[in-house]
């Protein structure tokens, strides 16, 4: 019985030293694992700080002539005369509104002007025979042959003839107003360009009936290019208008241009802490155009 016994407790210790030897190898294996790879670090490194003497700005690029052509009176679009792409002079004809009814009545206003001026001419000329009359009776009167009701008579008459002059004058003047308010009214049935450049838009159809105050067209001058930026008030100071900047555009990679600061506001805007300043292009603009984002860097600031 003894020798089963003890053949029991061998193999108990047996087994034994096998899970204690597997374990400090699986203890082992990992150390090692662990000793091979880096400690990961918490947070990534930080960015480096920007300069404070360097500044970077980016915006669209503008042109101060770029406006909505409206309608200055109600009318029917009878003729389009420009496209989106035309290329216009300022005082080019854009589109023409129905003027049938206005130069109608600016003839008759013409022509109601012209009868005034007739009629005034006729009393002008009233004036001189009475004045010739009031000289003769002031000759007869000094000879005694006229009275002095006589004398007074043809005096009276010239004044009130003179009256009537200076009431026709005036008629006269309010006809030549109505026509000329009248023809202030036939031009804004054409529609100019205000400056010279590039018609953009066209919202208008021929014949369609429009308003005022409907928009038309929108027309944009092409150049100078200018871009407008804000910056902190501690570069106050330090942005000197006549200094050339380097623009760049992300349209146009890897291509410069040449800018000026143009205009720098005198004052501080106490809401935001900043200042405006605007740049223009230099030279000719090639590829850029108006709307493009473009950007400039400001560096080496004292």
């Known amino acids: 019985m003894f020798p089963m016994r003890s053949h029991h407790l061998a193999l108990i210790s047996l087994a034994v030293a096998l899970l204690v030897t597997t374990a400090c190898s699986d203890k082992g294996t990992e150390s090692a694992a662990a000793?091979?790879?880096?400690?990961?670090?918490?947070?990534?490194?930080?960015?480096?700080?920007?300069?404070?003497?360097?500044?970077?700005?980016?915006?669209?690029?503008?042109?101060e002539h770029q406006l909505d052509v409206l309608a200055q009176r109600d009318g029917v679009i009878t003729s389009l005369l420009s496209e989106v792409g035309t290329h216009v002079q300022a005082g080019d004809l854009l589109a023409q509104l129905d003027d049938r009814q206005l130069s109608a009545d600016l003839e008759a206003a013409r022509a109601k002007s012209r009868s005034t001026e007739a009629d005034l001419n006729n009393w002008r000329a009233e004036v001189k025979v009475l004045q010739t009359d009031l000289d003769r009776a002031q000759k007869l009167f000094d000879a005694q042959v006229f009275t002095r009701e006589q004398l007074d008579h043809a005096k009276f008459k010239l004044e009130a003839?003179?009256?009537?002059?200076?009431?026709?004058?005036?008629?006269?003047?309010?006809?030549?107003?109505?026509e000329h308010s009248l023809e202030l009214e036939l031009e804004?049935?054409?529609?100019?360009?205000?400056?010279?450049?590039?018609?953009?838009?066209?919202?208008?159809?021929?014949?369609?009936?429009?308003?005022?105050?409907?928009?038309?067209?929108?027309?944009?001058?092409?150049?100078?290019?200018?871009?407008?930026?804000?910056?902190?008030?501690?570069?106050?100071?330090?942005?000197?208008?006549?200094?050339?900047?380097?623009?760049?555009?992300?349209?146009?990679?890897?291509?410069?241009?040449?800018?000026?600061?143009?205009?720098?506001?005198?004052?501080?805007?106490?809401?935001?802490?900043?200042?405006?300043?605007?740049?223009?292009?230099?030279?000719?603009?090639?590829?850029?155009r108006p709307g493009m984002t473009a950007s400039v860097k400001l560096d080496r600031l004292p």
Do not use: C, H
């Open 188 to 288: 804004k049935t054409r529609i100019r360009a205000p400056f010279s450049g590039i018609v953009a838009r066209r919202y208008v159809r021929q014949g369609q009936q429009v308003a005022k105050g409907d928009r038309l067209f929108w027309v944009t001058a092409e150049g100078p290019l200018d871009m407008r930026f804000t910056l902190p008030e501690k570069f106050f100071g330090k942005v000197q208008k006549g200094r050339e900047l380097s623009l760049t555009t992300p349209d146009l990679p890897g291509q410069n241009f040449k800018a000026k600061v143009a205009e720098v506001s005198p004052v501080i805007d106490p809401a935001s802490g900043t200042f405006e300043v605007m740049v223009e292009l230099e030279g000719n603009a090639g590829p850029l």
């Open 161 to 178: 003839d003179q009256w009537d002059v200076k009431r026709v004058e005036q008629l006269l003047v309010n006809d030549r107003e109505t």
């Open 35 to 63: 000793a091979a790879v880096p400690p990961i670090s918490a947070q990534p490194p930080a960015p480096a700080a920007p300069s404070d003497n360097t500044f970077a700005v980016s915006g669209p690029l503008i042109v």
